[in-house]
């Protein structure tokens, strides 16, 4: 949701912004700029994609400098113009020649509008973010970081900002609250960037901000402090990852590198996670927790997109395996439903980014509300993991194809080492716990064998592809992975699909199935696999075109549908964690096939940090 990133240093800042952008634009695409100073400010934006602004930034003279600032938009507030893309400025005729970039919203923004319009500031966008450049303006005397901090203290809302003024080119002044930042410090050299993909290529150190701080950065010093000027210290520490994994290599897009590093990613989350020789789960982040969390009577799981899907898995796992009354629940609900929760429940916040804004309300809500809050979290350092009591991370890696596919799989596999832990402090015997732990083990090589057949996937899709509605159905367990399957397509591809249980189907639904109606079963044998059956037979009937996920071995099921997508035989409990790559897979390919833009689909963020 925006990407920002910021250079200040001794080398030229352009090759540096451009290609941070590049790297933060599956946050945000919808419109692009860049600022640099040297000898005054020099501004190029564009509407469209990085490189829409790359070509146009070639037609600009002077455009270079040793400091600069540079912004990928996802529209908030205004339209997607260029008039409304970052960096704003303050006031044109009596400014200071002040320039920010920022993600996030600034709440009271026409509070402050409307006093800066009678102390004579005029406009030229629709954005909160120009209220804001205004504001540092009005309140500039001298002094950048001063006047950053003044008007933070006027603002709600949340923010990420870096700002640049031309009265002093050797600094750079950077602040966050709520939205994430991250500084990278190098060798005479700083580089501030929504996340550390933009970071790693130059160096490995940064800190993050804490919220309400801003930080001063010139060539050789940094200085942090409140907006209220209190100094703070912060911790420089190593990035945890590399560039290779932030690159493409030889895949097309970053989807299908993330759909095909499952295995791999999967062994991540469980490394050092399975004690072999007692058989048990290992989860050093929520060890302290433990007694409370065998204890609970309740458990809501909370997120957004492919995170809720996780979480619904999460909730048969938890109520399977750990006994416990378990719910799942949309965070932008949970929120604002004046939810029941007390010191016997455990909310979960699960989220790929840690960012979510609506994931990461919910859970300072439900903590605020005396739950136990964990978080169910990838990104290391991301404002869920640090506001949560404590977390299982996922540890599969930078995800940055929009349509998430390795944290689904990684969100499901954490909750089941939870669940399970949980569950042996409970009622499962060591027996049970010892059997489940090899089934998950072997869960990487069967996926593996899922991922061979992905030409074949992409041969049936093709047979479809035109077909512009479409439905997918599962019951139990497979119930969300329908529903996954359903959201994949649609993101990526822009076809209509709805995911519901097979069995809601007959009670609406159904109505829509005409001849040659692609309906997605996924239909692996489990204790629900003849009820499944009926619905396919019902789809049958009415001329639908039935696609099924199933077992393998499974001959039956070839002669009551279309396609077969199979995958290996899997314990119940564990099958989302294989019966969801046929269908990212399909979503993929269709996408393709239909020549979409897969790792940045109209309209859509990777992370979404404004409610
Ligand atoms: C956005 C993304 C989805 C993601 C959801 C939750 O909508 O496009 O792919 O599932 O946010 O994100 P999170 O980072 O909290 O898992």
């Known amino acids: 949701m925006c990407g920002i990133v910021a250079y200040i240093g001794r080398k030229q800042a352009m090759p540096i912004l451009l290609e941070g952008l590049k790297r933060l634009e599956y946050r945000g695409y919808d419109s692009a700029g860049i600022g640099l100073l040297n000898d005054g400010l020099k501004i190029c934006r564009a509407v469209g994609r990085v490189r829409v602004l790359e070509e146009k930034i070639r037609t600009v003279e002077g455009l270079a400098g040793t400091i600069g600032i540079a912004h990928t938009r996802w529209a ?50 629709e954005t909160d973010t120009e209220v804001l450049s205004h504001l540092i303006g009005e309140l500039y005397h001298g002094d950048l970081e001063k006047a950053v901090q003044a008007a933070l203290r006027e603002v709600t809302g949340a923010y990420a900002i870096a700002v640049l003024c031309v009265e002093e080119p050797d600094t750079l002044v950077v602040a966050r609250k709520g939205s994430p930042l991250m500084v990278g410090v190098g060798n005479g050299e700083y580089i501030v960037a929504s996340d550390s993909s933009a970071i790693v290529a130059h160096t490995t150190q940064a800190f993050t901000l804490p919220d309400f701080t801003v930080a001063k950065l010139t060539r050789d010093a940094f200085r942090t402090a409140t907006i209220d000027d209190v100094p703070i210290t912060t911790e420089v520490r190593e990035l945890e990852f590399e560039l290779a994994e932030i690159d493409l290599g030889p895949y097309d897009h970053y989807m299908l590198k993330e759909i095909f590093e499952q295995p791999r990613s999967l062994r991540m989350t469980m490394q050092g996670r399975i004690d072999a020789r007692t058989g048990s789960i290992v989860l050093g982040g929520i060890a302290e927790h433990a007694r409370t969390l065998a204890n609970a009577k309740r458990i809501v799981m909370v997120g957004q997109g492919t995170a809720l899907h996780a979480s619904m898995v999460g909730r048969y796992l938890m109520e399977d395996l750990a006994k416990i009354a378990s719910e799942h629940d949309f965070a932008s609900e949970f929120r604002y439903r004046n939810p029941i929760v007390d010191f016997g429940t455990c ?55 929009v349509a998430s596919t390795k ?3 990684g969100q499901i596999l954490a909750l089941s080492m939870l669940s399970l832990y949980i569950g042996r402090r409970r009622y499962l015997s060591q027996d049970y716990v010892t059997s489940f732990i090899k089934e998950m083990s072997g869960i990487p090589d069967k996926i593996q064998r899922v991922l061979e057949t992905s030409d074949a996937i992409c041969k049936a899709t093709a047979k479809y592809v035109e077909r512009e509605n479409w439905l997918f159905l599962g019951r139990g367990v497979n119930y969300p992975v329908a529903l996954e399957g359903a959201l994949k397509l649609k993101e990526i591809s822009y076809i209509h699909a709805e995911g519901m249980p097979a069995a809601e189907m007959k009670h609406g639904p159904i109505a829509l199935i005409d001849k040659g109606m692609p309906v997605v079963f996924v239909a692996t044998r ?36 279309e396609e077969v997508f199979y995958v290996p035989d899997v314990i119940e409990q564990l099958q989302p964690l294989v019966s ?32």
């Open 76 to 125: 908030t507030h205004g339209g997607v113009t260029e008039a409304n893309a970052h960096p704003h400025q303050d006031d044109l005729e009596s400014g200071h020649g002040i320039a920010v970039i920022h993600n996030g919203i600034i709440e009271n923004y026409s509070v402050l509008k409307k006093y800066l319009e009678e102390k004579g500031h005029k406009f030229h966008s």
């Open 347 to 401: 909310v979960i916040a699960v989220s790929q980014s840690g960012e979510t804004a609506d994931t990461l309300a919910a859970l300072q809500e439900a903590k605020q509300r005396g739950a136990l809050a964990l978080g169910v979290v990838n990104v290391v350092g991301s404002t869920i993991a640090r506001e949560s009591d404590a977390g299982v991370y996922l540890r599969v890696g930078p995800e940055i194809g």
């Open 407 to 409: 944290a689904f799989t």
């Open 526 to 561: 489990n204790s629900q696999y003849e009820k499944v059956l009926a619905n396919i037979s019902e789809v049958r009937s009415r001329g639908g075109h039935v696609i099924a996920v199933a077992t393998e071995g499974d001959d039956h099921i070839r002669t009551v549908s």
């Open 580 to 611: 969801v790559i046929p269908l990212q897979l399909l979503a993929y390919h269709a996408a393709v096939l239909r020549g979409k833009d897969v790792d940045k689909p109209r309209n859509l963020a990777k992370s979404v940090t404004v409610e």
